[in-house]
């Protein structure tokens, strides 16, 4: 598995790490769907703005999205630790043998 750091050089993005300590909204009950999305706003209150979810639908549920520490992530969802140094407005979609990556300026023009 690529590292964090080789993730961003490979994208061409400036790692912005996410700190250990900081929470990520994670949607738990959609954990074993594929594929695995990601995306990232600017970090506040604590948090470092990732958002990942399973399946191919998002909910507009409230309770969709579960607060976790950014260093418990690897017991969940180990595959997807490579992507978290990717800068605020990045987003990943992967599925076995699939990897996109891309910049979503709408997500950082709030």
Do not use: M
């Given at each position: 598995m690529q590292s964090q750091k080789e993730t961003c050089k490979k994208f061409?993005?400036?790692?912005?790490?996410?700190?250990?300590?900081?929470?990520?909204?994670?949607a738990i009950e959609t954990i074993g769907k594929l594929p695995i999305n990601g995306?990232?706003?600017?970090p506040e209150n604590?948090?470092?703005?990732w958002y990942i979810?399973?399946?191919?639908?998002?909910s507009e549920?409230?309770?969709?999205?579960?607060?976790?520490h950014v260093s418990h992530l690897s017991e969940y969802l180990p595959e997807v630790?490579?992507?978290l140094s990717l800068p605020p407005?990045?987003?990943?979609?992967?599925?076995?043998?699939?990897?996109?990556?891309?910049h979503d300026s709408q997500l950082t023009s709030m």
């Open positions: 061409d993005a400036i790692p912005f790490p996410s700190n250990a300590n900081e929470k990520l909204g994670v995306l990232r706003h600017n604590g948090t470092c703005g979810w399973c399946g191919k639908e998002i549920d409230p309770d969709f999205f579960k607060p976790l630790e490579q992507y407005g990045y987003r990943f979609l992967v599925a076995e043998g699939y990897e996109d990556v891309w």
